[in-house]
């Protein structure tokens, strides 16, 4: 059987992803603490939302000024921040795909050594799979689940560079379009469901008595932590895709 055709059985790396969770939680905890909870919490304490898409194109005019201004406020900081939970993930990947097994410090160093072509990665899929979403949503979630792959290609073979990683993921990836379409229903959305009852109770304070600073943070941070749990998955998820699918790790 071809190796693009083998038998993927989703509940076996779902398995595998927890199985990992639990083992690994202390590091975890103190990696994704540093490199992604905390990045999460300034962006939603310090970085307000993008203005909505607007509801009629009379108001188009007045929603692009606004863009343009939140963009002025806030484009740098959610850069900077962006870069730092793409080093958050780089270094979770390279502590399950190097070889060598390294400590934290060494997966971070290399994770930096790693960014300019991560980032480049990420912008790189982000473009087909915003614009599939935006168009019919199902068609950006499929993109999602076909480029699952792509990130950890990146880190366990640095030499394969950027583009190769994009249509390698594709290749390992074929014959299961359909299941990974589902699998990237959860790793989109898991972490907004889980902020959501923290963003929902924010947005029903909002204004009233109770809504003082110290609940806001809380309610901040708890919805930060949601998407942060969000992001974990995930990468443990790419992790145990990539072992199943890549025969050759």
Known sequence: MKQGMTRLDIGAVLRD???????????????CGLLLLVPQVALAMFVARPPALPGAAEEMTAWLAAVQAWSQLYSLPVIV????????SATVLSLYLDRSHPTVQAAVLRALSLLPRVVLLSL???FPV?????????????????????LPLLIDT??????????????????????????????????????????????????????NPVVAA?????????????????LLIQVALYRRLNTGT
């Open 17 to 31: 992803a927890w199985a990992m969770a639990k083992r690994d939680r202390d590091v975890l905890l103190g990696v």
């Open 124 to 126: 790189l899929m982000s």
């Open 158 to 211: 640095p030499s394969i560079g950027v583009i190769a990683a994009f249509t390698r993921s594709f290749a390992l990836t074929r014959g299961h379009g359909l299941i990974l379409l589902g699998v990237a229903c959860i790793t989109v959305l898991l972490g907004d469901i889980l902020a959501l009852p923290f963003r929902s109770v924010g947005a029903a304070l909002q204004g009233a008595p109770l809504a």
């Open 218 to 234: 809380m309610l901040e941070v708890g919805a930060a932590a949601g998407v942060t749990i969000g992001m974990v998955a995930t």
């Open 130 to 150: 915003s614009v599939g979403t935006l168009l019919l949503f199902l068609p950006g979630l499929y993109l999602q689940g076909r480029l699952l792959l792509a």
């Open 81 to 88: 921040l962006s870069i730092v939970l793409l080093l958050g």
